[in-house]
């Protein structure tokens, strides 16, 4: 509703800035619909290009409030990047339609869905309903928690991001293989400390660690959620305490953005450890996200 309301007041300034763009010659301006995106997509672009973030790093990505100076950042901007799988439906549409910004709008070079750029895992078979929770019906959106994810992102963002800027493009391509690079020396390290830990039962809030877990040869025995997006109720948290003693589950992982009181309840009735992350890059690097993530899993587990 209020999307509208904001275009009204908005859209003769939004025209004027149409108008403006795009300069060839000058720095892009690219948004990311997730902090993880735009930790990679600095790496490639370098200081002089402006990024802004729609999602703020401590924020569930599948809930963002559609804030109006979002549409003007995407008005402005030479290129969209999100994660597709329908993780941004809740709220990027709307959004994207507001900011009529003919660069953005999918099938043109400026919409960059980044989920095209990997392998997806859980894609559904056969028919999906409401009944089974928030299931994507596209596979699972939380691919960057696999840093080979990573490397394939960062070399996809700089084809693409030379495709609009063709000017920058051997910028953006040694830019990305030195990140990759770089990025496939701590993959490295990463699988080496948590190498004794292979086949460990893991429990879960929400299943967006499952690309992180394949990676690392854990195993998501059981998650919070009796189902994507769906809480707990008291009979569901009972079984999970159960599960995890049987199990020997030693730790239970979770984002710092859902609610952790019934993680702690679960963890200290079956003697797990509740470790809480960051789901999302809270700084400019997405390694030093990766590396808070499998130290924290690695403290956790010994
Ligand atoms: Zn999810």
């Known amino acids: ?31 990311v619909a ?16 402006t990024i802004t973030v729609l999602a703020k790093a401590t924020q569930d990505p599948h809930f963002v409030d559609a804030r109006p100076s979002l549409i003007l950042d995407l008005n402005r901007a030479d290129a969209i990047c999100v994660m597709g799988l329908d993780y941004e439906v809740g709220w990027l549409p709307v959004l994207l339609q507001g900011a009529r910004n ?7 070079p400026g919409y960059i869905d980044t989920s095209t750029m990997i392998t997806p895992l859980d894609v559904p078979r ?34 693409r991001f030379a495709a609009i800027d063709p000017a920058g493009k051997a910028t953006y391509q040694k830019n990305a293989e030195a990140f990759a690079h770089r990025l496939e020396g701590k993959i490295a390290d990463w699988e080496r400390l948590l190498a004794p830990f292979r086949g460990a ?38 079984q999970l305490i159960q599960h995890m003693r049987a199990q020997h589950v030693r730790i239970i992982l979770q984002e710092r953005w859902y609610p952790s009181s019934t993680a702690a309840l679960i963890g200290q009735s079956a003697g797990g450890k509740v470790v ?6 809270t700084g400019d690097s997405y390694i030093d996200h990766i590396d808070q993530l499998v130290h924290a899993m690695a403290s956790g587990l010994s």
């Open 201 to 238: 039962p893991v429990v879960t809030y929400h299943r967006s660690f499952v690309y992180l877990l394949t990676w690392l040869g854990l195993v998501e025995t059981a998650t919070i959620e009796p189902k994507p997006g769906i809480p707990p109720n008291p009979a569901y948290v009972a």
């Open 34 to 49: 997730v902090s993880d995106l735009g930790a990679i997509a600095h790496e490639i672009l370098g200081p002089n290009a």
């Open 126 to 159: 056969g028919p999906i309903d409401r009944s089974m929770g928030d299931i994507h019906p596209g596979g699972n959106p939380h691919f960057t928690l696999d840093p080979r994810n990573g490397v394939r992102i960062a070399r996809g963002l700089a084809l």
């Open 276 to 281: 809480l992350v960051d789901g999302m890059s």
């Open 1 to 31: 509703m209020y999307p509208t309301l904001v275009l009204r007041h908005l859209l003769p300034l939004l025209l004027i800035l149409c108008a403006s763009q795009p300069a060839a010659g000058r720095p892009l301006r690219v948004v």
């Open 102 to 108: 003919a660069a953005l709008q999918k099938g043109a």
